[in-house]
């Protein structure tokens, strides 16, 4: 073959192929919904653990011996 038939094919070629970044904005769309569900997720478990104080403090009290000291643990 001839260089200009390769650049003729190579050109022709490409001539088919639309906007690459266009074409893969769908992906970008989809990564967005999921981390925008991923956060309402982790936001839901906000300040969780200060709406049942009143039952930490009461399972704290009943199991206070059930703690040991002697200075093993983390």
């Known amino acids: ?3 200009a038939t390769i650049i003729a094919l190579a050109a022709e070629e490409t001539e088919h ?3 690459v970044a266009l074409e893969t ?4 769309i989809v990564a967005i919904l999921v981390f925008a569900a991923l956060a309402l997720v982790t936001l839901s478990y906000r300040n969780v653990a200060n709406r ?3 039952k930490a403090d009461a399972y704290a009290r009943a199991h206070a011996n059930d703690v040991q000291r002697s200075g093993h643990g983390h």
Not at 25 to 28: I, K, T
Request: charged share 10%; glycine share 24%.
């Open 25 to 28: 904005v769908g992906y970008g």
């Open 1 to 3: 073959m001839r260089l």
């Open 17 to 19: 192929h639309g906007n």
């Open 52 to 54: 049942h104080a009143h």
